[in-house]
């Protein structure tokens, strides 16, 4: 079997950068219109980028970490890479899909892998009413900012806000509050994968408030409405040893 024609993205790093150069010379470079495979080279946010820059077309990533935490990533190294992408484990994710109203009445919609979330812009707490499927399930939650997250992105700011981590197989959205004030022992909840999502922003113009889908940022919200987009597939490749389901997990019993 012929190895695979790879495209390789780098971040704007000299790590990263260097890395492209001698994995380009070590087994050649496809351009990104003619590629069978992408490895991104760079941390978390490279996924990211790469996997928005590629929307529509669903060409399967396989991330090597240069970066930080590189949850998405897997481990570097430049030896016998078509053996690894051969064998390589698929996750296929779908994001959410935000759609925003903004105050002059304009929309505007983003995809998000990690989580879509909104935030207070100024020194006051914000004000959410939040409705799922149409029923109001929370008439006024005062905060910082709540998010729903994908099972993906359920390790990321979800986690950093106390929200539960979520397998990829779990078909749940995480929705979590940040920084809650009232009800003040409100958790958030786990929502049906088919869950469609209504944040109401109450009294915007005394407590403005910002919608951000990974990093397409709206301000002045609201309405903000989030749904997972069946519509949409995404395609990440891991080593059979680290697979994504599995870093979940572990994920779940680190101190």
């Known amino acids: 079997m012929s190895a695979p024609r790879i495209a390789f993205l780098a971040a704007p790093t000299e790590v990263a950068r260097d890395a492209q150069d001698r994995l380009a010379a070590r087994h050649g ?6 590629a069978e495979v992408v490895v991104a080279l760079g941390g978390d946010g490279m996924m990211l980028e790469t996997q928005h820059r590629l929307l529509g ?8 970490n240069c970066g930080s935490v590189g949850f998405l990533m897997n481990d570097y190294r430049e030896e016998e890479l078509p053996d690894r992408l051969a064998q390589a484990q698929a996750a296929t994710l779908h994001p959410l899909r935000m759609r ?9 919609e983003a995809l998000a892998i990690n989580e879509v979330s909104l935030l207070r812009e100024t020194r006051q707490a914000a004000k959410i009413r939040i409705l799922v499927d149409g029923k109001e399930r929370l008439s006024e939650l005062i905060c910082d900012g709540i998010l729903v997250a994908t099972p993906a992105g ?14 990829l197989s779990a078909n749940l959205l995480p ?4 920084s809650a004030f009232r009800p003040r022992r409100w958790r958030g909840a786990l929502l049906p994968g088919d ?3 209504v944040f109401e922003v109450l009294e915007p113009e005394k407590r403005p408030v910002s919608a951000t889908a990974d990093y397409t940022e709206v301000r002045d919200v609201r309405r903000v409405e989030v749904r997972e987009d069946r519509g949409v597939t995404l395609t990440m490749l891991f080593d059979p040893d680290h697979s994504l389901s599995e870093r979940i997990i572990a994920e779940q019993f680190t101190a």
């Open 29 to 34: 470079a496809a351009p990104l219109d003619r």
């Open 57 to 64: 077309r669903n060409l399967p990533v396989y991330g090597m």
């Open 100 to 108: 925003a109203l903004g105050a002059t009445g304009a929309v505007e």
């Open 154 to 167: 359920s390790t990321a700011y979800n986690l950093s806000a106390h929200g539960p981590i979520v397998p």
């Open 175 to 178: 929705l979590t509050p940040i």
């Open 195 to 197: 869950a469609q999502v």
